[in-house]
């Protein structure tokens, strides 16, 4: 990417940053905007995070989070208008086929009503104050109802059995939209012109005293707060030691969740059967049905096949090429193999085994949904948890990211800029 203008990264400011993902650089564009100073401390040789846009054959695609969800609640939707960015609506309609064919109306309305009755039924049950997992609340959907479950299942994470039925009412992916040039662009677009120091994994975080002591594999910085955006599956693996431990609620909050998975493989088909841009494929009538297909992106030849968790699962990690079989395999069982001459699979993300990621979001299982609001809380008033994670209704997105690093910022502003106004 060509984004790579950071400023010298301040020696001892008033808030560290530990991550420069899309959490991390809101929260520094807002203490900056409110006249504090703040060093990001990102552990990879880029910014972004699980954001990232990456060239194949001249043309960008994400490698990381490609939607903008939820557009009215949306920051990065926000944002993005205001500084005119190029953002365009994703099409609500999308393919259907029945083993390689172009469905019937009537297969497509079974599709659609199968949908709506698990919307339903997910919403109503979600207002018991009892939490459960979502899949026990699924009504009898008839013939389409394992692909309606799959679908969730996909975007969620996890098998709905792993996911909790309160986080339902508010996956808000109505009214979605694309940015030309690639999400992970515009991100790095953000963070331009922060203080940044990359490849600075941090290793350990000291708040025995009054601020603290955040030190890395590159030196250690003082700082009167820290906001520790670091994924949760990283903070599982004891990334980052914490003297003194975090409390026991806080540590069992992190401790929680589990790791959502979701992975593109990037496909280039110039002869596959789909017209139109942007438009997700649902593909039915086989044996093994892609859980999620995004077909001709910003209208060229690239497509993305989606893999969720038990797929992900089931390949040995060392065998980098298994998920390019797997695409293959399926798209030939609906397609034929004369129609996938011209496929080719580039590029199979893996971001569940990347050490600074290891999961595509954080999952809260049923029963836990109080986690979160945990974790919203500062620890000694001097460290705040931000990211994903931390997101009630844009939970596991780029902009549910945002709004947490915009939310603990504001919260530290408050409280550092006051008594310095009063003064
Ligand atoms: C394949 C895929 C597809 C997705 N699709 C979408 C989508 O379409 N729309 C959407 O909104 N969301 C999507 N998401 C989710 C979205 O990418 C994330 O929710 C969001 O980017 C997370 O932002 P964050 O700031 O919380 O964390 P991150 O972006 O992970 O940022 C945390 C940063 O901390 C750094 N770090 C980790 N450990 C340390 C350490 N010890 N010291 C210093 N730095 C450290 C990491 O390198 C990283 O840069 C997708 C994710 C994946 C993987």
Redesign the pocket.
């Known amino acids: 990417m060509e984004i790579e203008s950071w400023i010298a990264p301040v020696a001892d400011p008033d808030v560290i940053i530990?991550?420069?993902?899309?959490?991390?650089i809101a929260a520094a564009r807002h203490l900056m905007a409110h006249g504090l100073t703040v060093t990001l401390?990102?552990?990879?040789d880029r910014?972004?995070?699980?954001?990232l846009t990456r060239r194949f054959k001249g043309h960008p695609l994400d490698?990381?989070?490609?939607?903008?969800?939820a557009g009215p609640i949306n920051p990065l939707v926000k944002l993005g208008r205001e500084r005119r960015e190029p953002l365009r609506r994703a099409p609500v309609d999308g393919h259907f086929f029945v083993r390689g064919r172009a469905g019937r109306r009537v297969e497509r309305a079974a599709l659609d009503r199968a949908f709506a009755m698990a919307d339903r039924a997910m919403t109503q049950a979600a207002k018991a104050r009892e939490d459960q997992a979502a899949a026990k609340v699924l009504p009898p959907m008839g013939p389409q109802g394992h692909r309606v479950a799959a679908i969730h299942g996909l975007v969620s994470g996890r098998p709905l059995e792993e996911v909790s039925l309160h986080d339902f009412p508010s996956m808000e992916y109505a009214d979605n939209l694309f940015i030309a040039g690639g999400?992970g662009a515009y991100v790095a677009r953000l963070g331009k012109d922060l203080p940044i120091q990359l490849e600075?994994?941090?290793?350990a975080i000291d708040w025995s005293g009054s601020g603290v002591r955040v030190e890395?594999a590159v030196g250690t910085l003082r700082g009167k707060a820290v906001i520790v955006?670091?994924?949760m599956a990283?903070l599982q693996q004891d990334?980052?030691r914490f003297a003194p431990a975090l409390p026991q609620a806080v540590h069992e909050a992190i401790h929680g969740f589990t790791q959502g998975v979701?992975?593109?493989v990037v496909l280039h088909w110039p002869d596959s059967p789909f017209r139109g841009a942007d438009r997700l494929a649902s593909l039915t009538g086989t044996r093994r049905e892609p859980p999620g297909l995004l077909t001709c992106i910003d209208s060229t030849p690239f497509h993305f096949f989606e893999l969720d968790q038990p797929i992900a699962a089931s390949f040995d990690r060392r065998d980098a090429h298994a998920p390019f079989r797997f695409a293959r395999d399926v798209l030939a069982e609906h397609f034929g193999h004369r129609a996938i001459r011209s496929l080719t699979a580039l590029h199979g993300?893996a971001?569940r085994n990347d050490p600074?990621?290891r999961a595509?979001?954080a999952v809260v299982p049923p029963g836990l949904s109080a986690i979160r609001d945990t974790l919203k809380a500062p620890v000694g008033e001097r460290i705040w948890f931000a990211?994903?994670?931390l997101s009630r209704a844009q939970w596991?997105?780029?902009?549910?990211?945002w709004e947490?690093?915009e939310r603990a910022a504001g919260e530290i502003a408050a409280k550092l800029s006051g008594p310095r106004s009063a003064g």
């Open positions: 530990v991550g420069a993902g899309s959490a991390g401390l990102e552990a990879r910014i972004g995070g699980r954001t490698l990381g989070a490609h939607w903008l969800h999400l600075a994994p941090v290793r890395t955006t670091t994924p990283v990334a980052i979701y992975e593109h993300t971001w600074w990621s595509s979001w990211g994903e994670a596991g997105t780029a902009g549910g990211a947490e690093g």
